[in-house]
């Protein structure tokens, strides 16, 4: 059975696509173009999905792998969507030793989807980070521009239950 799959689907729109063939217009005879298509594409659907990738290979002749290669290497660009409420659990030090590892895992298992990656439905996405400055809080998380600090395994339901 094909694994279900846990991103979300793409919706670009017509506007979105049009703007990204004028970019790739503008740009693809520069050498060196990639690098700037990706960035501006990225600006233009806020990440750079598989279908987003195969119009610019299509319209480059730079071979998806390539095209792959280049996004999976630099951490400027991201495969999946942001969500909704963006939650980011902090593994620097101060709070990896008081557990955030278990925080972080707990919450890939409650939404069902690994770090980096959205929940199917656009609501929350799961991103580790480091140092964000509340070490005192450690272990700390943030959900948008919200922190939650000192937190346990058992808080988890209760803060996500405030974003239902
Ligand atoms: S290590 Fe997590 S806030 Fe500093």
């Known amino acids: 059975m094909a694994a279900k799959k846990k991103t979300v689907p793409f919706s670009g729109t017509k506007e979105q696509e049009e703007e990204l063939m004028k970019v790739i217009d503008e740009l693809k005879d520069e050498k060196g173009a990639l690098m700037p298509?990706?960035?501006k594409a990225q600006d233009i659907y806020g990440y750079l999905p598989y279908e987003v990738q195969k119009m610019i290979s299509d319209q480059t002749g730079i071979p998806m792998e390539k095209i792959y290669g280049v996004t999976t290497f630099y951490s400027q660009f991201t495969l999946n969507p942001k969500g909704k409420y963006?939650?980011?659990v902090c593994l620097g030090t101060a709070c990896y030793?008081?557990?955030s590892g278990e925080i972080y895992?707990?919450?890939m298992e409650k939404l069902g989807i690994e770090g980096g990656e959205c929940t199917?439905?656009?609501k929350f996405s799961l991103d580790a980070c480091?140092?964000?400055g509340a070490c005192g809080l450690a272990p700390v998380m943030m959900i948008n521009d919200e922190v939650y600090g000192r937190l346990t395994v058992d808080d988890i339901d209760g803060i996500l239950a405030k974003y239902e």
């Open 97 to 99: 030793v008081k557990g």
């Open 105 to 107: 895992n707990a919450l």
């Open 86 to 88: 963006r939650i980011s």
């Open 37 to 39: 298509i990706l960035q």
């Open 130 to 132: 480091r140092c964000v």
């Open 120 to 122: 199917p439905d656009g």
